[in-house]
């Protein structure tokens, strides 16, 4: 009896624990005043019932069929319940059941055949907990544990005849006979089988001298369990749990039985598992009590007498209109809200689906969305690559007017193609091409085209084409520049696109070309490479022109202008962003001339030497401010959270530094360095610790390069 004791105090301690727990919930304004407090519209308690129908299986443990190790099913009997709740706080709910069911079990040895069945009717309440302390607010799956006490009687019968009344003796050889195996006649002896119909009433049968005993008693339910919320109302519950009776005669078997029934000293118990499908009977909606006053009560009435504005005429006062502005001639509610018939959110007078299905998903103008446009929708939602991103390229326009440079436009223009960077031209006639106003170079799928003029129609363009044939000029045909908008960040804003139109395509009767290209045109070129530079170095470089020559010495050059002071003022400007070695070029009818014969003055304290700089030299001068360009170790990049252990080799490492890349992914730079072999040491250093895929790169006044790029940019 020990253990049943123990089992007492321990559903006693559950229950006031929970006491105490449910006593916590109290208001703390409680505590403000020794008088009584009374939150205002304070609900207090209410009854929010949870009614459950299940259904599990009995497995009995006691003394016949020796505790059933192994729980057999052969020992299982199915039971029915039924179970109301209500829960005390948001962890604890409070249980009341009943149970219906039965349990058997039955024993055979050669010394021992017992059998019995009991039908079992159990009543009783139990406290479970659900662990909402530790576990998220939002979840379908919950776990809980339970005990309780609950009253319970049963009706036990055993299996002692079959349906013609022989009674079962049990024989050695494992047989069930209708003459005991001892009596002098058993040689007469049948077999027979059981035909598990329990007829024989344990109590009143008194095999061991028990008397009329109560056929109810106590027990102590302990369980577990589990919770899946199917929706707000409906869920379903699976529990096991042990049932502790206060007696061992469910059985009718015990310690003070006689002979080979004797048992131990250990009360029944019987285990139930099963399944429960509730629903919540609590309104979804607020009491009754909570439910909106009317709009105008007396007390209202005086100020309504008094404000009657109603400034968008929609018959609501502006005092009781809940939307203002509501557009002139739509109809609205009591409260001045547009009509909205079908209560997808969207008023009726914008709505283009008047009577969508409710539940509908809907977009602003309330028609149903489709599951792929919800999926979008949802994709867009998630989204944390860019992809559903629309760029939006900025420009502001005072600097193109300092640099004096238009933003480019979208749109189709026709131009004159006189060579590509892939072709061969001839210093004579690059001169020729620099000489004229309307000479540009073009990035098309990753060829650079020269090309003249940027016209609207495509009469002027042809004309311009035949006056460039008559001038001894190579062309190889009219072309069109679609330039349109593009969300790559290294376009710049824009992409052009260059299609040569077909000769037979072209009107014949173009008109006459007015372009002069007599006149002096000075531009700035930036720098000479050996080897082509990424555009991207100069990307904040405005009317970039790029041109290759038959040295393959790829010059860049700046702007066009036709006086040497805007020329003089835009090499300021580049100066300013770092070009320091960009200088002032000027071309007249096909020559590169001397800026002194062409109106340029000297600075003080400067030469001719400094003023001219021929195409031989040009390719030694420095580019840009030397400051301005070093060597980063590129250790890492990441779109989402760095990994713990690389962000503790960046702490090792020190002086590493976040950077926004072009691809929206965020790269990881450890330090500024001036020579390639202060670069190779701090790659080394970064491999050494971990870093294996680390590599070095340039940095040009913020814009990230090549490693070749920035030694290029400082003559490396």
Known sequence: MNSTRRIIY?????????????????????????????????????????IGLGVGTFTFMGDVGNYNKGFHPNVSRLGYHLM??????????????????????????LTRNLNFQSQIRTGGMVLSYDFGHFLPEKRILEPFVFAGI????????TDLFDAYGNRYYYWSDGSIRNIDESDPNAATAMIIHRDYKYETDVRESNLDGFGKYPERSWAIPVGIGFTLNLNQRWTLKGNTAMHFAFTDLVDGVSENSVGTRVGDKKNDRFLYTSFTLTYDL?????????????????????????????????????FLDDCAFTPKGVAVDKRGCPLDKDKDLVPDFRDDELETPKGNYVDNKGVT???????????RYIDSTGQYVEFETIRDE???????????????????????????????????????????????????????????????????????????????????ANTTNSKDPKDNGTVTTISKIPDDKLPKDPTTSNTDDKAVLFRVQIGAFNKPVSPEVFKDVPGLLMVTGPDKITRYYSGVFTSYEKAAEHKAALDMKGYSGAFVVAYKEGERQKLENVGATLSEGA???????????????????????????????????IPTEVLDMFLDLGQVAPKLGDNGEIIYLYGAFSTKEEANAALKKAQDIGLKKSMIIGDFNGKIITAEEAANLLRH
Do not use: C
């Not at 919930?25 to 403000?32: G, L, T």
């Open 369 to 379: 969305l489709s599951d792929e446009q919800i999926y979008q929708r949802y994709l």
């Open 282 to 318: 609590q309104r979804l909606g607020p009491p009754k009590s909570d439910k909106e006053e009317p709009i105008i009560d007396d007390e209202m009435l005086d100020y309504l007498a008094k404000d009657t504005v109603d400034s968008d005429k929609d018959l609501v006062v502006d």
């Open 84 to 109: 109301l709740s209500n829960p005390l706080t948001k962890e604890i709910e409070l249980n009341f059941y009943t149970i219906f069911g039965t349990i058997s079990s039955s024993e055979r040895s």
């Open 607 to 641: 030469t001719t030497t400094d003023l001219n700089i021929d195409e031989k030299t040009d390719i030694k001068k420095s580019v840009v401010d030397p400051g301005l360009v070093k060597y980063k170790i590129l250790v890492g990049s990441y779109r989402n959270d």
């Open 398 to 480: 005072s600097q193109f007017a300092i640099w004096g440079q238009s933003r480019p436009k979208t749109g189709t223009k026709f131009v004159v193609v006189v060579g590509n960077e892939k072709t061969m031209v001839n210093p004579e006639d690059l001169r020729k091409l620099l000489s004229m106003k309307d000479f540009k170079t073009i990035k098309s799928n990753d060829t650079v085209y020269y090309v003249i003029g940027d016209y609207a129609n495509i009469e002027e363009a042809i004309a311009r084409s035949n006056e460039l044939k008559q001038e001894g000029h190579n062309v190889e045909g009219v072309a069109t």
């Open 10 to 50: 321990t559903v006693l301690g559950i229950f006031l624990l929970s006491s105490f727990a449910v006593a916590q919930v109290k208001d703390p304004a409680e505590d403000i005043s020794s008088s009584e407090y009374v939150p205002e519209n304070e609900p207090g308690f209410i009854f929010r019932p949870t």
């Open 150 to 157: 609950e009253s319970f009687e049963f009706l036990t019968k």
